[in-house]
């Protein structure tokens, strides 16, 4: 049987990467700043935290990344 992924759309812009912790424990963020809000299919699984502004997922080789959504948590996001 083959198991099928969840996936939501969201219109996602400026994001953030944290690629972990320096010597110090302060967080290393990598800022990428964009115009405007694309639509990207999101994996449920990779989400790890929702607020009104921002949603936190799991990136390449154990790094997080906090997106900027347009949706707003009250509205919610469609399933796909």
Known sequence: MI???KFIELSLGS????HGY???NKEIE????VQGFAKKLV??????????KYILT???DG????????????AGVKSC
């Open 3 to 5: 198991s099928m992924k």
């Open 15 to 18: 994001f953030m990467i944290s």
């Open 22 to 24: 320096d010597e110090n």
């Open 30 to 33: 990598e800022h990428c700043p």
């Open 43 to 52: 994996a449920v699984e990779r989400i790890k935290s929702l607020s009104d």
């Open 58 to 60: 799991d990136y390449v």
């Open 63 to 74: 790094r997080w990344i906090y997106w900027e959504y347009e949706e707003g948590y009250i």
